[in-house]
Structure formats: structure tokens, C-alpha cells
Nanobody
Framework: QVQLVESGGGLVQTGGSLRLSCAAS????????MGWYRQAPGKQREFVAR???????DYADSVKGRFTISRDNTKNTVYLQMNSLKPEDTATYYC?????WGQGTQVIVSS
């Protein structure tokens, strides 16, 4: 079955960096678009970034220039490099492909 397992979250100060990873299994990873969403406490889940099977990426305006999504098809893993983190980036981050979600990894940015 499809599994998406996120890791790499944690507590970081404003301006710091984190790299999230999502290990995928149970489907043909290399042909799928993969994405990251996030959900802050009391808010709706929102789009962060996506990457197509051929590596084309797009981002939410709020993270453009600070976050980078990438993928390693040899490891069935998608990454989210997050730089210049702000308190408003605090959220649970979810890895996704069509109709499937991971369990999430929490990111807390302290001011």
C-alpha cells in the first residue's frame, strides 16, 4: 500500500534552516508529482510546494525564494529545504501525492 513517511521537523530559531524528507513506498515514485502542504494550528491546510515527475517545481508565494523542493528517484524520497524560516512557517508539514497523505512532521520556528 502507499506509504509516505515524513521526517526532519523540529524546533528552530527565526532565520534558521531545516530539511524535511518524505520516504515513499507502495507506488511508482518516479512517475508521480509529489507535494508538500502545511497546516498551522487553527488554520486550514495550505499548499507549500510541488514537484513533477520531470523535476518542475512550483511554490506558494509565501515560501518562494526561501524553500526548495527536490526529489531523488533512486531513493523514492522528496525533500523540502527550508531556509530563512519565520515564525509564520510554524506548522505541521505533510507530504502528499494524489489522494494520499503522510502523517506529518512538526516544524516550530521560535521568534
Amino acid at each position: 500500500q502507499v506509504q509516505l513517511v515524513e521526517s526532519g521537523g523540529g524546533l528552530v530559531q527565526t532565520g534558521g534552516s531545516l530539511r524535511l524528507s518524505c520516504a515513499a513506498s507502495g507506488f511508482i515514485f518516479r512517475i508521480n508529482t509529489m507535494g508538500w502542504y502545511r497546516q498551522a494550528p487553527g488554520k486550514q491546510r495550505e499548499f507549500v510546494a510541488r514537484i513533477t515527475n520531470d523535476g518542475a517545481a512550483d511554490y506558494a508565494d509565501s515560501v518562494k525564494g526561501r524553500f526548495t523542493i527536490s526529489r531523488d528517484n533512486t531513493k523514492n524520497t522528496v525533500y523540502l529545504q527550508m531556509n530563512s524560516l519565520k515564525p509564520e512557517d510554524t506548522a505541521t508539514y505533510y507530504c502528499t501525492r494524489t489522494n494520499y497523505w503522510g502523517q506529518g512532521t512538526q516544524v516550530i520556528v521560535s521568534s
